[in-house]
């Protein structure tokens, strides 16, 4: 591999075919903090006409970028951009749609901010040209099981999330069945690990996610949360995302936008389980209680 280190990514060199190849560590790329500390806040923003929360209200790339942003100056500290929704029932777009709704704003915000930006993509295609674009993450909801995506990912060479999905989002929650929710949920994070490892992923670039809502009742989602500290044994980071979650509408009663104090509440649990990296839609309103819970210790 030859070629120069590219500005917008520091931990990066451009290959003499045009590509990048990253040596990012998780650690090099987020202040990942040790347990009992203040997690970090990963804010979201998705660029679809269908996701659960707020579909539809970031699809122009300028309000996007905006959006993002905003989230920056209320706290996070990194923001992950999709253009997939994984609402259950929901459809993959064409991999030419997604690449048109999460390019343009990685473009936009690069150069405007020096938070890190993730993709949440499955697609190598996707993966390659948000990282082309600026991306320094890559969350991946199927956990690198696409064709040719741990492939890329090694490639690459940035911080990977593998989240826990029991079947694609338009099956997902069509009878979620499991013996052990709990060790099945752990051992297929520890297998994708594996492959990570097999596919030359350091594990120091892994971060893990157990996939609240992505094939599981409320049941196994509540036993996820309580027992979340045995994701910690898996020695990677924890990000969880339970914001504004279906679930949390179940435990409510409460509809998608008035989920905001379930989600702070949610989110609060997770950190004082271990969790090192809460995704959320509700950036200031998690980052004020998680001060809190940091100053009480």
Do not use: W
Request: hydrophobic residues 45%; aromatic residues 2%; proline residues 7%.
């Amino acid at each position: 591999m030859t070629g120069v280190r590219s500005e917008g990514h520091p931990a990066c060199v451009q290959r003499s075919d045009g590509g990048l190849h990253c040596t990012a560590a998780v650690a090099d790329l987020l202040p990942v903090r040790a347990p009992g500390t203040r997690p970090l806040v990963c804010g979201i923003v998705n660029v679809t006409p269908d996701s659960f929360s707020d579909g539809g209200s970031f699809a122009d790339p300028d309000a996007a970028a905006d959006h993002a942003l905003r989230l920056i100056d209320e706290g996070a500290d990194l923001v992950d951009i999709g253009g997939e929704s994984t609402r259950p029932g929901a459809h993959p777009p064409s991999v030419a749609e997604e690449l048109a709704r999460v390019v343009p704003v990685i473009e936009r915000l690069t150069g405007r901010t020096g938070t890190p930006l993730s993709v949440d993509t499955s697609r190598p295609e996707v993966m390659r040209a948000a990282v082309a674009a600026g991306a320094s993450l890559i969350n991946d909801v199927r956990a690198l099981r696409y064709p040719g995506a741990l492939d890329a990912a090694a490639e690459l060479g940035v911080p990977v999330c593998l989240t826990h999905m029991l079947r694609p989002p338009h099956l997902m929650q069509r009878n979620p069945a499991y013996a052990d929710v709990l060790s099945e949920v752990a051992e297929f994070l520890r297998e994708r690990m594996d492959a990570c490892a097999g596919a030359g992923i350091p594990r120091e670039h892994l971060i893990v996610d157990p996939g609240f809502g992505f094939g599981k009742t409320l049941e196994h989602n509540l036993e996820l949360l309580r027992s979340l500290a045995v994701f910690t044994e898996l020695g990677a980071p924890v990000m969880v995302g339970l914001s504004r979650k279906a679930m949390l509408g179940r435990l409510t009663g409460r509809p998608v936008r008035e989920r905001v104090s379930a989600s702070v509440t949610a989110a609060v649990l997770a950190a004082q389980r271990g969790a090192r990296i809460l995704r959320v839609h509700d950036v200031a309103a998690t980052s004020d209680a998680l001060d809190v819970l940091a100053a009480v210790g």
